[in-house]
């Protein structure tokens, strides 16, 4: 993680004044099996979309709060990045995409009996949304009932 300093001053201004949301107590289930009987999806906030999908829109206000299906045995080298921020470098995710969207990482876990499966689809988000009340109200209860309806054990989410 970067030093505040290291940020541009209109960027360091913006997160001083920023309204930063607290979760307390932040919602934790504990699993009820182990993991290599579990099945994983991927959550991850990178922006990454499909070659065929539409990317994030970076002129909504506030943050575009929709998310996109990516599927299981999508090659991860064809995923488009399309977030956002200025704050970090892009260009990591960029160059390996599996930074920011492990699904290569979890294919392999799967492969190696250290999760039971892999889900059938993971979502990706927009990362940066400074008005997170439409993602709250509506795109979170929307993406985790995709994941209950899959029947996902574990979500691992990869913040960007």
């Not at 506030?62 to 999508?74: L, V, Y």
């Not at 995409?97 to 927009?126: K, Q, Y």
């Not at 109200?137 to 054990?153: I, K, Q």
Request: charged fraction near 25%; include cysteine.
């Amino acid at each position: 993680m970067g030093n505040l300093h290291e940020f541009s001053l209109p960027l360091r201004l913006f997160l001083k004044a920023y309204p930063w949301r607290r979760i307390d107590p932040v919602p934790w289930t504990p699993l009820s099996k182990p993991l290599a009987q579990c099945r994983m999806a991927l959550v991850s906030s990178a922006g990454f979309v499909m070659p065929d999908q539409t990317p994030f829109d970076d002129n909504f206000k506030g943050g575009d709060p929709s998310f996109r299906e990516i599927p299981f045995d999508a090659d991860v080298k064809t995923l488009r990045e399309s977030h956002r921020s200025e704050a970090f470098g892009h260009a990591g995710m960029r160059a390996d995409p599996n930074l920011a969207f492990p699904i290569d990482r979890v294919r392999e876990l799967a492969a190696r009996g250290r999760i039971g499966s892999v889900n059938r689809r993971h979502l990706s988000c927009m990362g940066s949304i400074t008005a997170p009340g439409r993602f709250i109200r509506d795109t979170a209860p929307e993406a985790a009932g995709w994941l209950v309806e899959d029947a996902v054990d574990v979500a691992l989410l990869v913040p960007v």
